[in-house]
């Protein structure tokens, strides 16, 4: 004989072994929460900030972990969206279908975060096109040309996106951005495909949600931000310190940081 076991016998015998064994050996790896910001349950939303209204092409804020990452970890981050199938987001004439998305990419920046607020190793880059939502048409419960939920009219819809790391580990104190283009700028504007009143370029109405204090982990900068943008009002200090790179933005973020999450396990 090869000493081979037979097809039938080899499947018994896993079947053997699998009953002794404990039921935790087949369990998923634990997960752990180590830094959140984002809001359970996730509002109708909230403040933003709109890359293209501040000529924005990258923001993010200072994170201090609750406990260390491991090997895998995902990152969510909430964004608003003020898109419309058709029409604008304030003055009642939105009309998106239920359920309506466009696709957009988006790129997570990690950076250590060094002395004195400055930006230090980028330890994670990720790049990933959504499927985002457009927000729900006007409604007539809304005298602001909002949508309607739950007795609250809201002008942009809030939703998470998220992006899963592996073999990253992200230092204790960091630096999350959110990075993508729109038409005119970011890395790689889009124009110059035309927006019109249809609204055909959701992605310039597409923000970042903004909160107060994490429930898990820390703000280490709580009224810094930090940014690149071409506009010198979009900064505390006017752009005075300069306008086009990232950089700390110091002083006036108190209560206005990114909403992130961080699991690991």
Not at 22 to 40: D, G, H, K
Not at 47 to 71: D, I, K, M, R, Y
Not at 85 to 112: N, R, T
Request: proline share 8%; net charge neutral; charged share 10%.
């Amino acid at each position: 004989m090869s000493g081979r076991i037979p097809t039938r016998g080899a499947f018994l015998a896993i079947l053997v072994l699998a009953a002794l064994l404990p039921a935790t050996a087949f369990a998923a790896a634990p997960t752990e929460v180590i830094y959140n910001s984002i809001p359970t349950p996730l509002p109708g939303n909230v403040p933003s900030l709109g890359f293209a209204a501040t000529s924005t092409s990258e923001f993010g804020g200072a994170v201090q972990l609750a406990a260390p990452s491991q090997t895998t970890t995902k990152v969510s981050i909430t964004m608003s969206s003020w898109a419309c199938q058709s029409g604008g987001a304030e003055d009642g004439s939105c009309v998106s279908e239920m359920g309506s998305k466009f696709e957009w990419p988006l790129s997570l920046h990690i950076y250590a975060l060094g002395v004195g607020g400055t930006i230090g190793t980028q330890v994670a880059s990720l790049t990933k096109t959504f499927k985002l939502p457009y927000r729900p048409s006007a409604s007539s419960k809304c005298s602001n040309g909002g949508w309607y939920r739950m007795g609250s009219c809201f002008h942009g819809k809030l939703f998470k996106v998220s992006f899963a790391l592996k073999g990253v580990t992200i230092p204790t104190q960091s630096i999350v951005a959110l990075a993508y283009n729109t038409s005119n700028y970011g890395a790689h504007p889009a124009a110059p495909q035309p927006c019109n009143t249809s609204n055909n370029c959701p992605y310039d109405s597409l923000n970042v949600g903004l909160t107060g204090s994490p429930t898990v982990g820390t703000a280490p900068l709580p009224e810094d931000a930090f940014l690149s943008s071409t506009w010198g009002g979009a900064y505390c200090d006017n752009g005075v310190t300069g306008t086009g790179s990232f950089r700390l933005d110091a002083g006036c973020w108190g209560g206005y940081q990114p909403q992130i999450e961080i699991v690991t396990g």
